[in-house]
């Protein structure tokens, strides 16, 4: 087997090399200009599929993927129509001005062909699809030797075959057009402690066996793993003061932490900054796991 060295990206070279390659006619003609989020960080003509968009940390990644350039977001989520949080999101999002197409669309993620034919829908509009978000999940507290039947069903059912069938769905489309792209799953610490979490872990798994499966086809599949953050999931943190100072006081910084402060990861996972990485977790999570 021969060692294959990747090429440059799309836009040419970047960093070093770009410095490197440069002559001095170039330098003198044209000044160079930064290109870490121009380039390697930008989304520019991409699309996007969030699933979970109507709030929380699916709505904070389709404004984080507008932010950073991309042509359109798609999410998608249960209710028929979108919620407060959207709407007032979407008022928000046209006076930035932003070029980005913010749409909502009703789905189901537990429905498999539903969602394929969802992101099928989305590629016939844009003619690709190149990030995919599966953020919709549900919670799964409780004592896992008392865990009923039927409730335990109900959570796999969103947080472990929602996660698939979206990224199967965005999968086939990206590996339709041929552009590569990059799916990246919402798991938790939940995933990796010793905390209530059994679907996490599946997903965990799940995104190391796909990134495996089509990185042939230059599709990277990664995840992040938030800590406890204010969502409305997490709503029981701020409405009883104890559970919320436990989470708090369960990392080293000693607060819970916002769904902003994952904007960074989801921008890098999205775009060409992290062209190599595949198969990954981000955990962020104030320092949980350190302790």
Same mark, same amino acid.
């Given at each position: 087997?021969?060692?294959?060295? !990747?090429?440059?990206?799309?836009?040419?070279?970047?960093?070093?090399?770009?410095?490197?390659?440069? /002559?001095?006619?170039?330098?003198?003609?044209?000044?160079?200009?930064?290109?870490?989020?121009?380039?390697?960080?930008?989304?520019?003509?991409?699309? &996007?599929?969030?699933?979970?968009?109507? #709030? @929380?940390?699916?709505?904070?990644?389709?404004?984080?993927?507008?932010?950073?350039? !991309?042509?359109?977001?798609?999410?998608?989520?249960?209710?028929?129509?979108?919620?407060?949080?959207?709407?007032?999101?979407?008022?928000?999002?046209?006076?930035? $001005?932003?070029?980005?197409?913010?749409?909502?669309?009703?789905? +189901? %993620?537990? +429905?498999?062909? &539903?969602?394929?034919?969802?992101?099928?829908?989305?590629?016939?509009?844009?003619?690709?699809?190149?990030?995919?978000?599966?953020?919709?999940?549900?919670? $799964?507290?409780?004592?896992?030797?008392?865990?009923?039947?039927?409730?335990?069903?109900?959570?796999? +059912?969103?947080?472990?075959? @929602?996660?698939?069938?979206?990224?199967?769905?965005?999968? #086939?489309?990206?590996?339709?057009?041929?552009?590569?792209?990059?799916?990246?799953? *919402?798991?938790?610490?939940?995933?990796?402690?010793?905390?209530? @979490?059994?679907?996490?872990?599946?997903?965990?798994?799940?995104?190391?066996?796909?990134?495996?499966?089509?990185?042939?086809?230059?599709?990277?599949?990664?995840?992040?793993?938030?800590?406890?953050?204010?969502?409305?999931? /997490?709503?029981?943190?701020?409405? %009883?003061?104890?559970?919320?100072?436990?989470?708090?006081?369960?990392?080293?910084?000693? #607060?819970?932490? =916002?769904? $902003?402060?994952? =904007? @960074?990861?989801?921008?890098?996972? &999205?775009? +060409?900054?992290?062209?190599?990485?595949?198969?990954?977790?981000?955990? *962020?999570?104030?320092?949980?796991?350190?302790?």
């Amino acid at each position: 087997m021969s060692l294959e060295i !990747a090429t440059s990206p799309p836009c040419g070279p970047v960093g070093v090399a770009r410095a490197l390659a440069a /002559t001095e006619l170039e330098s003198s003609a044209a000044p160079p200009t930064p290109t870490l989020f121009t380039h390697e960080f930008s989304l520019s003509d991409r699309v &996007a599929l969030v699933t979970g968009g109507n #709030r @929380g940390i699916g709505l904070e990644a389709a404004l984080t993927f507008a932010e950073a350039g !991309a042509r359109a977001v798609y999410c998608i989520d249960l209710p028929e129509q979108p919620g407060k949080e959207f709407m007032k999101l979407r008022t928000f999002f046209q006076s930035m $001005d932003l070029s980005c197409k913010l749409e909502y669309w009703q789905g +189901d %993620v537990r +429905d498999q062909k &539903a969602m394929w034919k969802l992101a099928e829908h989305i590629g016939n509009c844009e003619g690709r699809l190149d990030v995919c978000v599966p953020a919709a999940g549900t919670a $799964d507290i409780g004592a896992a030797v008392d865990f009923p039947g039927k409730e335990f069903q109900e959570v796999m +059912d969103v947080n472990v075959n @929602g996660v698939l069938f979206t990224a199967q769905a965005a999968a #086939r489309q990206m590996a339709r057009f041929g552009n590569g792209g990059s799916i990246v799953m *919402i798991a938790s610490i939940c995933g990796r402690v010793a905390m209530e @979490g059994l679907s996490k872990a599946a997903v965990l798994q799940m995104a190391r066996t796909m990134a495996c499966e089509l990185a042939p086809q230059r599709i990277r599949v990664n995840t992040i793993s938030p800590g406890f953050v204010t969502t409305k999931m /997490t709503a029981w943190l701020e409405q %009883v003061p104890e559970l919320g100072a436990k989470g708090a006081a369960a990392n080293p910084m000693g #607060r819970i932490g =916002r769904p $902003d402060e994952l =904007r @960074g990861a989801l921008a890098f996972l &999205a775009s +060409d900054a992290s062209s190599f990485c595949t198969g990954s977790d981000i955990v *962020i999570d104030g320092g949980h796991c350190a302790w």
